[in-house]
């Protein structure tokens, strides 16, 4: 999903949105076996059904930073766009410098740092954008629907009856091959059906944020409305919290929606250690660091998840670091010392199943949902 979630998107979109007749995916894992039992290779071709056809390459093994190409062929002319290096300032160095590009491991020799990345990103534009959307000024350029085609495209069907096939595709190769995906509509609409039903369910106005997405059906909505299109140009900063962990380079970054329940604010940070706040002050309650001797460095965490039992007086915050799944006391953030073996955290390097048989013999209700 996160290998090719942008290509698939791009091409849909740059197509006028077709509809989309078949998909063929070889996936590998050719260089981070160590690190992952996930891909790290995928190269995927989309065919539409206006006779286009896309080709996705998607790569978390090129050195040097990041790469994003755009090659466009038509029956009248091609065009190329390196939307990155293409507005970069190529440099050598033989002892290196700060920061060069996201995801570059060093900065010796040649490297390709990018001036104005974030506007390079498209972050600035894709904010104002959002803003004036919210403001009633524009129409938004994509929806719901991008995301349902990128989930239908990115998720393999296989029928029942051929089950030996699904296992191939989820080791060795995982190359699974062309497939139709019209078959897949009515389960969808099911689940949309579900979901809405959950939406339904209570009709009490929920004033937390106690998923990354909102909700369970991760709808993202809130029937808050003190805040609309006629007052949201006089917000001003109610607090500021720093977290302290700027790595050296000045580089750091949250890529992670934090959550609020009963007044307070759990998230992570650049650091991936895990903070609770009043919300309303911004004060800290508590911080809880799995490394804390570990040098500063920016990394990449998806936030947390809160669970608490029906009467709420076991409440926990989970979240996964460096392979390790922690559960912390949700009013201290002290480890849960009944989780697992090595005092509050799971090792999730080998097999899932024998670890969360360690959790408890009890069957809890759990969420779960993309958050990138």
Not at 238 to 259: C, K, N, S
């Amino acid at each position: 999903m996160d290998l090719g979630c942008h290509g698939i998107a791009f091409c849909w979109w740059f197509l006028g949105k077709p509809k989309v007749k078949s998909v063929y995916s070889h996936m590998a894992t050719q260089v981070h076996g160590d690190r992952t039992q996930g891909e790290d290779e995928a190269i995927t071709i989309i065919e539409f059904e206006n006779g286009a056809t896309g080709m996705v390459e998607s790569s978390w093994n090129r050195p040097g930073g990041m790469d994003d190409c755009i090659e466009v062929f038509g029956d009248k002319g091609q065009t190329y766009a390196d939307v990155l290096m293409g507005n970069a300032l190529p440099t050598y160095s033989e002892v290196g410098f700060g920061y060069a590009v996201e995801k570059a491991a060093t900065t010796k020799g040649w490297t390709y740092p990018v001036f104005e990345e974030h506007w390079n990103y498209g972050f600035p534009q894709e904010m104002r954008h959002f803003a004036r959307c919210v403001r009633g000024k524009e129409t938004p350029i994509a929806d719901g629907e991008t995301g349902r085609v990128v989930q239908k495209c990115s998720t393999p069907h296989t029928p029942r009856r051929d089950r030996a096939a699904r296992l191939r595709c989820r080791s060795g190769r995982k190359e699974c091959g062309s497939r139709s995906i019209s078959g897949r509509i009515r389960n969808m609409r099911a689940i949309a059906l579900l979901l809405l039903a959950a939406g339904c369910a209570s009709q009490e106005p929920n004033t937390d944020w106690r998923v990354a997405g909102g909700d369970p059906g991760n709808t993202r909505f809130s029937p808050l409305d003190q805040i609309n299109v006629t007052n949201v140009a006089q917000l001003q900063v109610a607090w500021v919290y720093h977290t302290g962990d700027l790595p050296p380079d000045g580089h750091g970054e949250i890529q992670a929606t934090p959550i609020v329940v009963d007044g307070v604010l759990y998230a992570t940070t650049p650091k991936v250690a895990v903070i609770a706040l009043r919300a309303d002050a911004g004060t800290l309650l508590w911080r809880f660091d799995a490394f804390p001797n570990r040098p500063t460095q920016p990394h990449v965490n998806r936030g947390v998840v809160y669970w608490a039992d029906e009467g709420g007086h076991d409440r926990r915050i989970f979240f996964v670091v460096d392979r390790r799944l922690y559960a912390l006391d949700a009013r201290t953030g002290e480890p849960m010392r009944s989780l697992g073996i090595q005092g509050g955290l799971i090792s999730v390097r080998g097999s899932v199943r024998t670890s969360a048989a360690r959790i408890s013999s009890r069957r809890h209700q759990a969420w779960h949902t993309r958050t990138s």
